[in-house]
């Protein structure tokens, strides 16, 4: 047997190899549909205006301001997303590298847990992709839900220390999933310990 076959053959059967590829390349897709979701679905949610017996009701500006842009919805609404200085052309940049990224996991799969390996800018992606979210959800906290919410008015919000509810879960899946045995375990122990009895 050729060496590289059989390097390839070794890789792909080894569970010490194969279990954390698999995983990081789940984590890293699951993401990214996170990412899409911000990006369309919290643009959808603010031109929503209420349901009726048979679907959501959107207005209809939704179509005439975000759809007609592109059309593709992420998109469409990554360009409204720059028109209210929400991201900038290096943020939508930054969405396409992380989306080919996440092409290679989800269309070449095998060729990635066996002999390629995961992309060679897999990590600067991730690391990208969350950083994107953060800025989109923190962009959204700020400009929209805070100033909505009576709860906040006068009040100074430091933007470095908002944690926005996607970025968390992603941490959460990347602890549990890939890291160390004690930290895996922590928010486990942790939540059993706090949930104890009751």
């Known amino acids: 047997m050729e060496p590289k076959i059989k390097q390839s053959w070794e890789e792909f059967l080894n ?3 194969m279990r954390p590829r698999l995983i990081a390349a789940s984590i890293y897709i699951a993401e990214f549909e996170v990412l899409k979701d911000s990006i369309v679905g919290r643009i959808r949610d603010f031109f ?13 500006k939704y179509t005439a301001d975000v759809l007609t842009r592109n059309r593709s919805p992420v998109y469409a609404s990554l360009d409204w997303l720059k028109d209210q200085n929400a ?16 092409n290679i996991l989800a269309h070449k799969l095998l060729s990635t847990l066996g002999s390629e ?6 990590a600067q992606c991730f690391t990208d992709m969350v950083a994107l979210l ?18 906040f008015d006068g009040a100074e919000i ?16 990347m602890d549990i999933a890939l890291g160390d045995d004690e930290r895996s375990r922590f928010y486990y122990d942790e939540f059993r310990k706090h949930t104890a009895g009751g």
Request: hydrophobic share 35%; with cysteine.
């Open 15 to 17: 569970p010490e190899v």
């Open 134 to 151: 953060r800025k989109i959800e923190v962009w959204w906290i700020t400009n929209v839900d805070i100033p909505t919410n009576p709860d």
């Open 158 to 173: 430091d933007e470095s220390e908002i944690v926005p509810g996607p970025v968390l879960t992603m941490q959460l899946l």
């Open 48 to 60: 929503w205006t209420g349901f009726d017996e048979s679907a959501d009701k959107i207005d209809p």
């Open 87 to 102: 991201i900038d052309d290096h943020d939508v940049e930054t969405f396409d590298r992380v989306k080919g990224c996440r």
């Open 117 to 122: 390996g995961l992309p060679a800018d897999f």
